[in-house]
């Protein structure tokens, strides 16, 4: 499996994702933190809530859990859940799509529906003196 790494030089571009990625992670960390160091629970507003990232710094910060939670964990954690969005997401226009060609009379269809679209816009696009 190395050879075809190597072969295919995926690896090196493979590499450099995962440490850009893990660089945006960190930083999605680092201002959370921030943002409890600064914020009290008692000074939430109406309106904010916790999200998935600020409650496992909470857990982490609690400690009385049979098992330490680390920063990879929570990168770990955080990267699944944008994964899992992004391949269900993919699974679904794959369905659409899949559909629009099982059915050429939806097809055509959309394929209207869109035309008449992209002419509203452009209309409107070319009428707003403001995008030039």
Excluded: C
């Excluded at 969005?85 to 269809?109: D, F, G, Q, Y």
């Amino acid at each position: 499996m190395k050879f075809l790494s190597f072969l295919t030089g995926m690896r090196p571009a493979l590499e450099k994702l995962h440490k850009k990625m893990d660089k945006i992670l960190d930083e999605i960390i680092n201002e959370h933190k921030m943002k409890r160091s600064t914020t009290s629970a008692s000074k939430h507003e109406p309106g904010d809530h916790d999200d998935l990232v600020d409650v496992l710094l909470k857990l982490q910060e609690m400690g009385d859990l049979e098992f330490d939670i680390t920063s990879d964990q929570i990168k770990a954690v955080t990267q699944d859940v944008f994964s899992g969005a992004s391949e269900s997401s993919a699974t679904t226009i794959e369905w659409a799509m899949s559909e629009l060609l099982r059915n050429p009379r939806v097809m055509a269809k959309a394929q209207n529906e869109e035309d008449v679209s992209r002419r509203t816009n452009d209309l409107y696009l070319i009428a707003t003196p403001w995008t030039d």
